[in-house]
């Protein structure tokens, strides 16, 4: 058990929705981070929340926006969905700011299906 | 532009016989080369962080050795347990604080 929780595990929806994935990350971390894994892409950095404050930015799309709250809890909101969303959504977290240790403490995954 | 890439795609081994899986990068400023294992149905788990060339890591069966252009991952007298997708990650010294992947390698050992 690494420590952070995702929520929802699955996810079916179809087309146009928005869904919000959730995670907690592990006590004391206060960097998240979220992932993308399809089969055909592998994982994908997506974006980095620091004690509340975006740090980093990978190739998120204009249509996912996300968020970390002064809990230090993030969400991942995905909008007008399409059926190439299909995918693992990971969320991880760390310690620091930086990935220095590369050392990044993954979730379980929320699995998104839309139809 | 920045890439990770892993060989071969799929080992299958018995139990035992001891192999290698290579991860050859091409990013600028390598700030940190570094091996996961996933499991099916889970989140990759940390394995080894590699630094410089000639650095060497050990745990239990691997070992991760790195290169000025690539890293293996040296899996000794594997067991079905070490079944998993191993995936290798850089940072980089562009990087806004995302690592790279690979694709990964997936090893499966049968008894």
């Known amino acids: 058990d690494s420590g952070v929780t995702q929520t929802p595990k699955h996810l079916i929806t179809a087309t146009g929705q928005r869904v919000t994935l959730r995670c907690s990350p592990r006590?004391?971390?206060?960097?998240v981070y979220w992932y993308q894994q399809s089969l055909d892409q592998g994982l994908q950095f997506l974006i980095q929340y620091y004690n509340g404050e975006e740090r980093a930015k990978g190739n998120i799309l204009e249509r996912f926006s996300a968020q970390q709250f002064p809990d230090l809890h993030s969400e991942l909101n995905l909008s007008s969905l399409e059926l190439g969303d299909s995918a693992l959504y990971f969320c991880?977290?760390?310690?620091?700011?930086?990935?220095?240790?590369?050392?990044?403490?993954f979730g379980e995954g929320s699995r998104l299906t839309v139809l | 532009e920045d890439q990770v890439t892993q060989s071969p795609e799929a080992l299958r081994l018995q139990e035992g016989e001891s192999s290698s899986l290579n991860c050859s990068y091409t990013v600028s400023g390598l700030r940190g080369l570094f091996w996961y294992r996933q499991d099916p149905g889970k989140g990759p788990e940390f394995l080894f962080t590699l630094y410089s060339a000639g650095e060497e890591k050990e745990k239990e069966r691997l070992k991760a050795t790195l290169t000025k252009k690539e890293s293996f991952l040296h899996i000794t007298a594997p067991k079905p347990e070490d079944s998993a997708t191993y995936l290798c990650?850089?940072?980089?010294?562009?990087?806004?604080?995302?690592?790279?992947f690979g694709k990964g390698t997936k090893l499966s050992v049968k008894p």
């Open positions: 990650a850089s940072a980089h010294g562009g990087s806004q604080g995302n690592l790279i």
């Open positions: 991880a977290s760390s310690v620091a700011g930086g990935i220095m240790t590369g050392e990044l403490f």
């Open positions: 006590s004391g971390d206060l960097s």
